[in-house]
Nanobody, 126 residues
Framework: QVQLVESGGGSVQHGGSLRLSCAAS????????VGWFRQVPGKEREGVLI????????YYADSVKGRFTFSRDNAKNTVYLQMNSLKPEDTAMYYC???????????????????WGQGTQVNVSS
């Protein structure tokens, strides 16, 4: 059974930092595309960070470049999203998602991912 569990959300002030975690089980660790997405009510789920299976090829949304980074602990099957210099517009529900990589997949699109965590809320106050 595949399970993704996010944690680390919370409330911070403008300029603060949070580290989100996504612990995965049931999928193994190889050949997976990993995505961090966020969503606010009434809007589509937005890709914030996409990590291709090699771990080096990544995509960061323009809105988070230079502020968000990722790391991973393969022994724990956990991917982390470090969020620094947070802004009120970063307020959203954050989700991690994984899917076995296939050629031609539209990995910036939420619809490409089969496995999702439950989400963790991030609130940034001004």
């Amino acid at each position: 059974q595949v399970q993704l569990v996010e944690s680390g959300g919370g409330s911070v002030q403008h300029g603060g930092s949070l580290r989100l975690s996504c612990a995965a089980s049931g999928l193994g660790t190889s050949n997976l595309c990993v995505g961090w997405f966020r969503q606010v009510p009434g809007k589509e789920r937005e890709g914030v960070l996409i990590i291709w299976p090699d771990g080096h090829n990544t995509y960061y949304a323009d809105s988070v470049k230079g502020r968000f980074t990722f790391s991973r602990d393969n022994a724990k099957n956990t991917v982390y999203l470090q969020m620094n210099s947070l802004k009120p517009e970063d307020t959203a529900m954050y989700y991690c998602a994984e899917n076995p990589w296939t050629y031609g997949g539209r990995w910036l699109s939420a619809s490409e991912y089969k496995y999702w965590g439950q989400g963790t809320q991030v609130n940034v106050s001004s």
